[in-house]
């Protein structure tokens, strides 16, 4: 940590338990909450429950907040990533208003975030927990989802009539829900859980930590497997493999890669959204199909991946500036892909954060993120505690699968999550600090 907060800490002023127990409950609901929003075609911004909520919490923890210095490391990045923009609108690159959008979602999320742990006298631990137990509620409620579909109970597997950016998905055979709980789409689902996933993961294993018990992990796991989500696999198979990198032994490792690689067998065989999706990448990579007959998943990221490699001829250090990835694929798209049977996807945000970083940050913002990932990563044994470590590496898997899949700079709380990730490596080597200087810690 660049200045240790102790001193910060010690002045923040005792809450009610009441009055921080709802304000973190309803600020981590954030994560969640994606499918409390309404998009309008042309409008400055999106209309989402989320900014309402952050609002109404800074208004309402403000007041007890003191002395907080914010992490000058991050306003660099920031400022650099905001003049290579102004740069791009300046040359023709990039729009204002896209531009803005942009800058203001970002710092205002990292803002509320960072504030956040703040009011809790950055006690991590407490926050986390708190997304975990939301995150069981949330598993619990896409079970009920599913049993209610299985009873052909309509109200309790169909939210359309309360969440405006919501829909039922059928699993390619249409016998069973791909349930999305209070989320708009399985993906999203498997997404808001991952984090929760991996803790899941660790209950089933002999590490004495345990921040969930058998049972709720259980839940959580059985939902993301009936999410039937390919993203979600995808982000379980990752879970494996980091969970035995960890272990530290070279036997665990080459049995987590031989059972992923069964489990991927598996899923391709008996579960055909899987099979779809990767049979269409294979078919366009090998040639025998053209993008233009992929799946609509694999079309948006394919199209999305030719416009950013288009764009990067032209923009390979700094890319087009925040917020320009809209311009690039309606300025790229026509070359790249015939769009005449399909629809435009994912133009905003480029269905990936990898391709979105690339798009408009370049090779430099990039490098940037994933330099921020390998700073911050936390072993198993370098904590102490135990507790960080789960934290860390839990938050480490949602990165891997929101470079792949989600695109959003400040949608579904991500910097509540970057901003624990950078605290659990600095308070894990704080905590080891003390343990080798008192006696109590030993």
Request: aromatic fraction near 16%; hydrophobic fraction near 50%.
């Amino acid at each position: 940590m660049e200045e240790s907060n102790a001193q910060y800490i010690r002045q923040l002023p005792k809450l009610k338990l009441s009055i921080r127990t709802i304000a973190n409950y309803i600020a981590v609901f954030v994560v969640f909450s994606n499918a409390l929003s309404l998009y309008t075609t042309g409008a400055i911004l999106e209309v989402r429950i989320a900014y309402f909520l952050m609002l109404f919490l800074l208004l309402l923890t403000l007041p007890f907040i003191r002395d907080v210095k914010f992490n000058r490391s991050f306003l660099v990045v920031l400022s650099v990533l905001s003049v290579c923009s102004v740069y791009n609108i300046y040359i023709g690159n990039n729009a204002f208003v896209q531009f803005l959008k942009q800058l203001f979602g970002i710092s205002t999320s990292a803002v509320f975030f960072y504030l956040l742990i703040s009011f809790n006298n950055y006690d991590t631990k407490r926050l986390f927990k708190v997304y975990l137990r939301i995150a069981y509620v949330v598993a619990l409620i896409g079970i009920f989802q599913e049993i209610s579909y299985l009873l052909r109970f309509k109200p309790g597997y169909d939210f359309s009539f309360i969440l405006p950016n919501w829909k039922v998905e059928m699993n390619t055979q249409g016998t069973l829900l791909r349930i999305n709980s209070i989320l708009p789409e399985p993906a999203h689902f498997c997404g808001a859980l991952m984090v929760a996933f991996f803790v899941s993961l660790t209950s089933f294993t002999k590490y004495d930590t345990k921040l969930l018990n058998r049972w709720k992990s259980g839940i959580i796991v059985v939902a993301m497997i009936l999410s039937f989500s390919s993203v979600g696999y995808i982000g379980a198979l990752l879970s494996i493999m980091i969970l035995s990198f960890d272990y530290g032994k070279m036997r665990y490792f080459v049995i987590s890669l031989a059972a992923v690689a069964a489990l991927s067998l598996a899923m391709y065989v008996y579960v055909p959204e899987v099979a779809t999706r990767a049979g269409s990448v294979m078919s366009v990579v090998t040639g025998e199909a053209n993008a233009e007959d992929a799946d609509l998943s694999s079309f948006a990221l394919m199209s999305n991946a030719l416009v950013v490699y288009k764009s990067l001829q032209n923009n390979f250090i700094i890319g087009t500036g925040l917020g320009s990835h809209e311009l690039n694929y309606e300025k790229y798209i026509s070359s790249v892909i015939d769009l005449t049977n399909r629809p435009s996807l994912n133009k905003e945000d480029a269905g990936s954060l990898f391709l979105r970083l690339l798009s408009e940050t370049g090779v430099f913002g990039l490098l940037l993120f994933f330099v921020f990932i390998i700073k911050f990563y936390l072993k198993r044994r370098d904590d102490p505690s135990k507790f960080y470590w789960i934290m860390n590496n839990a938050i480490l898997c949602m990165f891997l699968i929101k470079l792949l899949r989600y695109g959003h700079y400040f949608a579904d709380g991500f910097f509540f999550f970057l901003w624990l990730y950078y605290f659990s490596k600095c308070q894990s080597v704080e905590v080891e600090t003390a343990s080798e200087e008192s006696p109590a810690f030993r």
